[in-house]
T-cell receptor
Framework: NAGVMQNPRHLVRRRGQEARLRCSPV?????VYWYRQLPEEGLKFMVY????????ESGMPKERFSAEFPKEGPSILRIQQVVRGDSAAYFC???????????????FGPGTRLTVL | DQQVKQNSPSLSVQEGRISILNCDYT??????FLWYKKYPAEGPTFLIS?????DKNEDGRFTVFLNKSAKHLSLHIVPSQPGDSAVYFC??????????FGTGTRLKVLA
C-alpha cells in the first residue's frame, strides 16, 4: 500500500478506555487523511492534516475524537472514552503536496481494526 | 445521503471473461473519480483514476469509462483473473482532497 504504515493493526478496548491509532505516511508525503469504515459501508472521510495543522476535521465527531500530525513522528488519531459504536476499521492515507485547487491521489495504509468490548 | 452508489454488492465472473463494475453519482460538482481495490484485512489499493475532462482512461487490463450526462462510471477488467477477486470501491471528489466512497462491490473471479 505505497508505504503508509499504521499501527496497531488490531486494537481491543473496553468501553470508556482510550484508543490511540498511529499513522506514518509515505516518505515525502506531507498530507495525511483519516477515514473510518463501518461494517458493510464505504470509507467515510474524518480529518485532513498537514504537519502541525488540522486543515479539515468536518468528518470527525466533535466529542471524544481528536487528531494530530506533529512536526516529528506519526499522525495520531485519538478516541477518548470509547463506545461500542466506535468499533470500525480506521484507515490513514497520505498524498504529496497537491497543487492548489487540484486533487492528488491518496495512498492508503492497511488500517487499524478497533474493537470495543 | 449517498452521493456515490455502487448498487451491486457482489459480482461473479468466469476467469478470462470481462468484469464490469458500475458506479453512479449524484453530485454534478464531482470532477475526479477513482477506483480502489481492497483485499480482506488490507487497506484500499489505488487502481485507476479519471478526470471529468476525459471519458475513458486505460491502464493495462483496467479501463474506466465516465459518462457525465448519466453521472455514471464503470470499471472494466479484461481478461479477469482469480487474483482480481476483491472488493472494489468507487470514489469521487469535487476538486478537493475529500473523497466520497461508494459501499463497494465484491468481485469473485471463478477459475
Amino acid at each position: 500500500n505505497a508505504g503508509v504504515m499504521q499501527n496497531p493493526r488490531h486494537l481491543v478496548r473496553r468501553r470508556g478506555q482510550e484508543a490511540r491509532l498511529r499513522c506514518s505516511p509515505v516518505k515525502g508525503h506531507s498530507h495525511v487523511y483519516w477515514y473510518r469504515q463501518l461494517p458493510e459501508e464505504g470509507l467515510k472521510f474524518m480529518v485532513y492534516l498537514q504537519k502541525e495543522n488540522i486543515i479539515d476535521e468536518s468528518g470527525m465527531p466533535k466529542e471524544r475524537f481528536s487528531a494530530e500530525f506533529p512536526k516529528e513522528g506519526p499522525s495520531i488519531l485519538r478516541i477518548q472514552q470509547v463506545v461500542r459504536g466506535d468499533s470500525a476499521a480506521y484507515f490513514c492515507a497520505s498524498s504529496p503536496e497537491p497543487d492548489r485547487g487540484s486533487t492528488d491521489t491518496q495512498y492508503f495504509g492497511p488500517g487499524t481494526r478497533l474493537t470495543v468490548l | 445521503d449517498q452521493q456515490v452508489k455502487q448498487n451491486s454488492p457482489s459480482l461473479s465472473v468466469q476467469e478470462g471473461r470481462i468484469s464490469i463494475l458500475n458506479c453512479d453519482y449524484t453530485n454534478s460538482m464531482f470532477d475526479y473519480f477513482l477506483w480502489y481495490k481492497k483485499y480482506p484485512a488490507e487497506g484500499p489499493t489505488f487502481l485507476i483514476s479519471i478526470s471529468s475532462i476525459k471519458d475513458k482512461n486505460e491502464d493495462g487490463r483496467f479501463t474506466v469509462f465516465l459518462n457525465k450526462s448519466a453521472k455514471h462510471l464503470s470499471l472494466h477488467i479484461v481478461p479477469s483473473q482469480p487474483g482480481d477477486s476483491a472488493v472494489y470501491f468507487c470514489a469521487a471528489s469535487a476538486g478537493t482532497y475529500k473523497y466520497i466512497f461508494g459501499t463497494g462491490t465484491r468481485l469473485k473471479v471463478l477459475a
